[in-house]
Antibody
């Protein structure tokens, strides 16, 4: 059973950066992909990007292309997301989620507990 | 970008059937997935590959997908089914989520 455990809440100033981590346990690290999905207060789900941990290959959503970096540390089985040039609209709960990478299927079968990032001056 | 549109809200009486639609251009040509998100919790997949239920998901949840519309059906809705529901598809190397539907059981 895969478990995704995220780092704690963050409060950041506008213009700064934030890094949120996701510790993955269970399963074989890298036999799947890990994505980051965010949810602003009272809003829907928004996909930010993903990484193939074993290869370090990333794909980013167009809306975040210039500001997001997703990395994976195989030694600690941890995936992280860094978002730069923060603005108030980035206030949201950030989730990591696992795609089991079954052939032809693209969905999330496990989610982290979420990390609240608050951007405020 | 690819858009998936859902009704903002659906109401259902306990024991009755709720249907939630997800509309997108030629949606029937790709697989659709459905997530349930209860207040303050992380999403949980309830339907994958259009109509398959993961282990542990009750049989009252079913899905279909054809043409431009996918549908999640909750047969015999219960109070514990009250939640937000999101459809999701894969389009040009991007995960796309629907706009979300709040299901109220009353």
């Amino acid at each position: 059973q895969v478990q995704l455990v995220q780092s704690g809440a963050e409060v950041k100033k506008p213009g700064s950066s934030v890094r949120v981590s996701c510790k993955v346990s269970g399963g074989t690290f890298g036999s799947y992909t890990i994505s980051w999905v965010r949810q602003a207060p009272g809003q829907g789900l928004e996909w930010m990007g993903r990484i193939i941990p074993i290869l370090g290959i990333t794909t980013y959503a167009q809306n975040f292309q210039d500001r997001v970096t997703i990395t994976a540390d195989k030694s600690t089985t941890t995936v992280s997301v860094e978002l730069s040039s923060l603005r108030s609209e980035d206030t949201a709960v950030y989730y990591c989620a696992r795609d089991p990478a079954a052939r032809g299927l693209y969905y999330f079968d496990s989610w982290g507990q979420g990390t609240l990032v608050t951007v405020s001056s | 970008s690819y858009d998936l549109t859902q009704p903002p809200s659906v109401s259902v009486s306990p024991g009755q059937t709720a249907s939630i639609t997800c509309s997108g251009d030629k949606l029937g040509y790709t697989y659709v997935y459905w997530y349930q998100q209860k207040a303050g919790q992380s999403p949980v997949v309830v339907i994958y590959q259009d109509d398959k239920r993961p282990s542990g998901i009750p049989e009252r949840f079913s899905g279909s997908n054809s043409g431009n519309t996918a549908t999640l059906t909750i047969s015999g809705a219960q109070a514990l089914d009250e939640a937000d529901y999101y459809c999701q598809a894969w389009d040009t190397s991007t995960y796309v989520f629907g706009t979300g539907t709040k299901v109220t059981v009353l």
